[in-house]
């Protein structure tokens, strides 16, 4: 697709039978077939399967019957979502040739709710990663300026919406990879409430800080989008038991009286001076609609990152103990015992960076080292998630940076995990709390997306998508797509 069409437009010209499903698949998979190729955005692409789902939802609206709420809109998932039939890779060779017997609930959902799912996105390998560079097959690469990172891990989810290779795309936020992507490509990225989105069929990574979510071009269509896979899943027992509200009508009213608080510690050294101005700016915008704004404090925010990386790796390096070239996945040829068969696999099959991980996560778990490390993390876990309760008290709704700097330039921070680390951390916080947050455009520095972050109370979507569609009301924001063409030169988007 050439030109920015939001899923709801999209949805509402498929329904009245101006443009078939057929057709505005055609597009998506014309697009991914004119830019991908530099992109990178998508590991698998299902041209035969995806139009066989748009004829069935071309045929349904011949018949009369009532379309779902994204009947014929192109969506894209990442890999680490199962599909049935369609490879799962998670980024990893290790995964290389899985074909899972199976869709996870968010993708049955969707299909549910009438989407054409076009193909799986790029990521960094299992989830880990804030760049893409940690695919095991190629980095993804930012459609507004191919020379940087899409950011991670969701960054293919995040480039293929930018450049209108899908309308709506899916991704997974453990400490930031829905939010921070969205941020450096210049969609709207929403982590939902922990346990709001059934994560089944999700292939995890850390399980108490894993959740999905969607990326899209507007407000509105990640309205759209929540209300399709939000709600009790009996198959997944941390599945919040929950009645979602109407989203989509959520988001029409006023930001009259709503109390923000701007927690000082998200502004902090390193944080780029265009990145702070923008979100300044956008904070000044809310207050003139009538908005109530001062500072406030979340004194733990400093030890979160810290706090992360000692349980992610922890979980990370349980959940992938499964990959052992036994039941599924690759099998290392010319092991000489089991032993030697599990080491070589895990060593071909992991990248460096999942290496790294199950490695610290192993030694924190490990015996003498559990009280030290482990449980101490979990300690500042609740320090942290206690933070945000004192705030809730006072405030609505918490804005800050997505992330602090713009989108860095590929392989600048490849050699650098501590450099690279840093670039979550506005958002890792709301990940160990459990709480939602919101990645919206606010502007750009030479023409790279700036995102600005909306951290609500648990279960309170609703008013972070009121708040971010009254900005972009505000500022009469217009969606439009990343060239994604080194010969387009660089364009930002306000």
């Given at each position: 697709?050439?030109?920015?069409?939001?899923a709801?437009?999209?949805?509402?010209?498929?329904k009245r039978?101006?443009?078939s499903a057929?057709?505005?698949?055609?597009?998506?998979l014309?697009?991914?077939?004119a830019v991908?190729?530099?992109l990178?955005?998508?590991?698998?692409?299902?041209p035969?399967?995806?139009?066989?789902?748009?004829?069935a939802?071309?045929?349904?609206r011949?018949r009369g019957d009532r379309?779902?709420?994204?009947?014929?809109?192109?969506v894209?998932?990442?890999?680490n979502f199962?599909?049935?039939?369609?490879?799962?890779?998670?980024?990893?060779?290790i995964?290389?040739n899985?074909?899972p017997?199976?869709?996870?609930t968010?993708?049955r959902?969707?299909?549910e709710?009438?989407a054409v799912?076009?193909g799986k996105?790029?990521?960094d390998e299992?989830?880990m990663?804030?760049?893409?560079e940690?695919?095991?097959?190629?980095p993804?690469?930012?459609p507004?300026?191919?020379?940087?990172?899409?950011?991670?891990?969701?960054g293919?989810?995040?480039a293929?919406?930018?450049?209108?290779?899908a309308v709506?795309?899916?991704?997974?936020d453990?400490?930031?990879s829905?939010r921070q992507?969205?941020?450096?490509?210049g969609?709207?990225?929403?982590?939902?409430t922990?346990?709001l989105?059934?994560?089944?069929?999700?292939?995890?990574f850390?399980s108490?800080?894993?959740?999905?979510?969607?990326?899209?071009?507007d407000?509105?269509d990640?309205?759209l989008?929540?209300?399709?896979?939000a709600?009790?899943?009996?198959?997944?027992?941390t599945?919040?038991?929950y009645?979602?509200p109407?989203y989509?009508?959520?988001?029409?009213?006023d930001?009259?009286?709503?109390r923000?608080?701007?927690p000082?510690?998200y502004?902090?050294?390193?944080?780029?001076?265009?990145?702070?101005?923008?979100?300044?700016?956008?904070?000044?915008v809310?207050?003139g609609l009538?908005?109530?704004?001062?500072e406030?404090?979340?004194?733990?925010?400093?030890?979160?990152?810290?706090?992360?990386y000692i349980?992610?790796?922890?979980?990370?390096?349980?959940?992938?103990?499964?990959?052992?070239g036994?039941?599924?996945?690759?099998r290392?040829?010319?092991?000489?015992?089991?032993?030697?068969?599990?080491?070589?696999?895990r060593?071909?099959?992991?990248?460096a960076?999942?290496?790294?991980?199950?490695?610290?996560?192993t030694?924190?778990?490990?015996?003498g080292y559990?009280?030290?490390?482990?449980?101490k993390?979990?300690?500042?876990r609740?320090?942290?998630?206690q933070?945000f309760?004192?705030?809730?008290?006072?405030y609505d709704?918490?804005?800050?940076?997505?992330?602090?700097t713009v989108?860095?330039k590929?392989?600048?921070?490849a050699e650098?995990?501590l450099a690279?680390y840093?670039?979550?951390v506005?958002?890792?916080?709301?990940?160990?709390a459990g709480?939602?947050g919101?990645?919206i455009?606010?502007?750009?520095?030479?023409?790279?997306p700036?995102?600005?972050?909306l951290?609500g109370?648990a279960l309170?979507?609703a008013?972070l998508?009121?708040?971010?569609?009254?900005?972009?009301?505000a500022?009469?924001?217009?969606?439009?797509?990343?060239?994604?063409?080194p010969a387009?030169?660089?364009g930002?988007?306000a």
């Amino acid at each position: 697709m050439t030109e920015a069409i939001t899923a709801h437009e999209l949805r509402d010209r498929v329904k009245r039978g101006d443009i078939s499903a057929e057709e505005a698949t055609r597009a998506a998979l014309d697009r991914i077939e004119a830019v991908d190729g530099r992109l990178r955005a998508f590991l698998t692409v299902t041209p035969e399967a995806a139009l066989d789902q748009a004829r069935a939802v071309d045929a349904a609206r011949r018949r009369g019957d009532r379309l779902g709420p994204l009947a014929g809109v192109p969506v894209a998932v990442k890999d680490n979502f199962c599909t049935e039939g369609v490879r799962t890779t998670c980024g990893s060779r290790i995964l290389e040739n899985f074909v899972p017997p199976y869709s996870g609930t968010a993708v049955r959902r969707l299909a549910e709710a009438g989407a054409v799912i076009i193909g799986k996105t790029n990521m960094d390998e299992f989830a880990m990663g804030s760049s893409n560079e940690n695919s095991g097959f190629y980095p993804a690469r930012n459609p507004w300026d191919l020379d940087r990172v899409p950011g991670g891990s969701s960054g293919g989810s995040a480039a293929a919406v930018a450049a209108g290779e899908a309308v709506v795309a899916f991704g997974s936020d453990t400490g930031g990879s829905v939010r921070q992507p969205a941020s450096f490509c210049g969609v709207v990225g929403l982590k939902p409430t922990y346990g709001l989105v059934s994560r089944f069929g999700l292939v995890a990574f850390a399980s108490s800080l894993d959740q999905i979510g969607p990326l899209t071009l507007d407000v509105t269509d990640s309205a759209l989008a929540l209300q399709a896979v939000a709600g009790h899943d009996p198959l997944d027992s941390t599945s919040a038991r929950y009645d979602p509200p109407d989203y989509l009508a959520a988001i029409e009213g006023d930001v009259k009286g709503l109390r923000i608080g701007i927690p000082r510690e998200y502004f902090g050294e390193g944080t780029e001076p265009a990145v702070e101005a923008a979100v300044r700016k956008a904070i000044e915008v809310l207050v003139g609609l009538g908005a109530k704004a001062e500072e406030c404090s979340l004194p733990h925010t400093d030890h979160a990152l810290s706090a992360y990386y000692i349980i992610a790796p922890a979980e990370c390096s349980a959940n992938l103990a499964r990959y052992d070239g036994v039941r599924y996945g690759l099998r290392a040829a010319g092991a000489e015992d089991l032993a030697d068969m599990y080491a070589k696999t895990r060593a071909q099959g992991f990248g460096a960076e999942v290496q790294r991980r199950i490695m610290l996560g192993t030694y924190a778990l490990s015996s003498g080292y559990y009280d030290a490390y482990y449980l101490k993390a979990q300690k500042v876990r609740t320090l942290v998630r206690q933070d945000f309760e004192r705030a809730f008290a006072k405030y609505d709704v918490l804005v800050a940076p997505t992330s602090p700097t713009v989108a860095f330039k590929l392989g600048e921070r490849a050699e650098n995990p501590l450099a690279m680390y840093l670039a979550d951390v506005c958002t890792i916080p709301v990940n160990l709390a459990g709480l939602p947050g919101l990645s919206i455009p606010c502007g750009d520095d030479g023409g790279l997306p700036i995102g600005l972050q909306l951290i609500g109370r648990a279960l309170d979507e609703a008013t972070l998508l009121r708040t971010a569609h009254a900005y972009e009301r505000a500022v009469g924001f217009t969606p439009r797509l990343a060239p994604a063409d080194p010969a387009a030169g660089k364009g930002g988007r306000a």
